[in-house]
């Protein structure tokens, strides 16, 4: 069992950085592939990023639309997942919801992922 609490969303201006942090709870987080994912209102979810559950980042993986420009990174010994993301767009406007997947590949689909995080807003003004 593992229970995730996201933090760091807010509102920004357009062109600019926000970090967010998904805690997570038990002994086994460093067995996870974790993953991003945002909401938009009338949209459906959809994978941002996702990390190995080792915490290389040569294999992280991400969508097109945030390539370039959000990092993905986890400390295995503090039990927590970051989503680094610079040069904010109106359109990064969602929920940022983190996930945790026990398979030991990135999945692509909600469904791959067991656990959930309650969700952090993130505005982006134009």
């Known amino acids: 069992q593992v229970q995730l609490v996201e933090s760091g969303g807010g509102l920004v201006q357009a062109g600019g950085s926000l970090r967010l942090s998904c805690g997570a709870s038990?002994?086994?987080?460093?067995?996870?592939?974790m993953g991003w994912f945002r909401q938009a209102p009338g949209k459906e979810r959809e994978l941002v990023a996702g990390?190995?559950?080792?915490?290389?980042?040569?294999?992280?993986y991400y969508e097109d639309f945030v390539k370039g420009r959000f990092t993905i990174s986890r400390d295995n010994a503090k039990n927590t997942v970051y989503l680094q993301m610079n040069s904010l767009k109106p359109e990064d406007t969602a929920v940022y919801y983190c996930?945790?997947?026990?398979?030991?590949?990135?999945?692509?689909?909600?469904?791959?992922?067991?656990?959930w995080g309650q969700g952090t807003q993130v505005t982006v003004a134009s």
């Open positions: 996930a945790a997947s026990a398979s030991s590949r990135i999945g692509t689909s909600g469904r791959e992922y067991s656990y």
């Open positions: 038990g002994r086994t987080f460093s067995s996870y592939v």
């Open positions: 990390i190995r559950s080792d915490g290389n980042t040569n294999y992280a």
